[in-house]
Nanobody
């Protein structure tokens, strides 16, 4: 069974920084793309950033220049460095990974989320 566990959320003042981490564990053949989504109160879940196994990266326009996604393939981890945080970044942030299972199925997995609150 594949599990994704996020950490690093919390309360931060506007203009501050946070670093989210996500670890994938369990039995699988390969982790393909990894990414971060977020869902603010009363809003739909949206893509924040995504990084392929080869290192190609996509960002939501709202976070370009402020957030940086990276991954450590040896540790099965993905990170989201969030700088210049704004109140509108307040949301639950979810880790997501597209994984090839040991039976060669390609499936999407998600974590339970970590809350980021940007407020003074």
């Amino acid at each position: 069974q594949v599990q994704l566990v996020e950490s690093g959320g919390g309360l931060v003042q506007p203009g501050g920084s946070l670093r989210l981490s996500c670890t994938a564990s369990g039995s699988f053949f390969r982790i393909n793309a990894m990414g971060w989504y977020r869902q603010a109160p009363g809003k739909e879940r949206e893509l924040v950033a995504r990084i392929s196994s080869g290192g190609s990266i996509n960002y939501a326009d709202s976070v370009k220049g402020r957030f940086t996604i990276s991954r450590d393939n040896a540790k099965n981890m993905v990170y989201l460095q969030m700088d210049s945080l704004k109140p509108e970044d307040t949301a639950v942030y979810y880790c997501q990974a597209t994984i090839t299972t040991t039976t060669m199925y390609v499936r999407d997995y998600g974590g339970k989320g970590t809350l980021v609150t940007v407020s003074s």
